[in-house]
């Protein structure tokens, strides 16, 4: 059974780049649709962005410019890659995975890693 | 409009019937996805594809549309349904987007 896990710094400064990275155990990258979402202290759920297949990306409008997913097939890996971040930006960010043909089913989640921006 | 608009909080005793609603422009052409949260845990997928319900999620949880808007229907409510629920879509212009969310109290 497919697992995912997050990692990353746990606490960024402002105006810094933050990078996590989700791990793929279990299984492939292959044809599904991976995403990011986050989730600030007591708030709702954001979308940030998703890929599929190293050449389709979407992102959040909001976010567009500060944000990107790499990828990295070789590691079963992808990552979240968001700069100049501000203390908007602390929340819980999970990594998660489609319903194969139904990109918007998001299937298989991480648990989700707390991010802070504190100087 | 980019919004999906959930009452923010429903409530129900334990074997009625709690219906939490999601409206949205674009809901009439995109399908709409579930998800429950409890406290300190990710989300889980209830609901796709409006009314589809994944394997191990029990029948009491169900979807319907109508125009811009639909509904999540748990019938027979029980106390571990207790949660908040988000709706999931995708906007008019192609980007996806969530609910603000529905607390559900099980009284």
Known sequence: ?119 | SSELTQPPSVSASPGQTARITCSGDALSRHFTYWYQQKPGRAPMLVIFKDTERPSGIPERFSGSSSGTTVTLTISGVQAEDEADYYCHSTDLSGAWVFGGGTKLTVL
Request: aromatic share 10%; with cysteine; hydrophobic share 35%.
């Open chain 1, 1 to 119: 059974q497919v697992q995912l896990q997050e990692s990353g710094p746990g606490l960024v400064k402002p105006s810094e780049t933050l990078s996590l990275t989700c791990t793929v155990s279990g299984g492939s990258i292959g044809d599904y649709y991976w995403s990011w979402i986050r989730q600030p202290p007591g708030k709702g759920l954001e979308w940030i962005g998703y890929f599929y297949h190293n050449d389709i990306t979407a992102y959040n409008p909001s976010l567009n410019s500060r944000v990107a997913i790499p990828v990295d097939t070789s590691q079963n890996q992808f990552s979240l890659i968001l700069r100049s971040v501000t203390a908007a930006d602390s929340a819980v960010y999970f990594c998660a995975r489609s319903r194969i043909g139904d990109p918007p089913a998001l299937h298989v989640w991480g648990q989700g890693i707390m991010i802070s921006v504190s100087s």
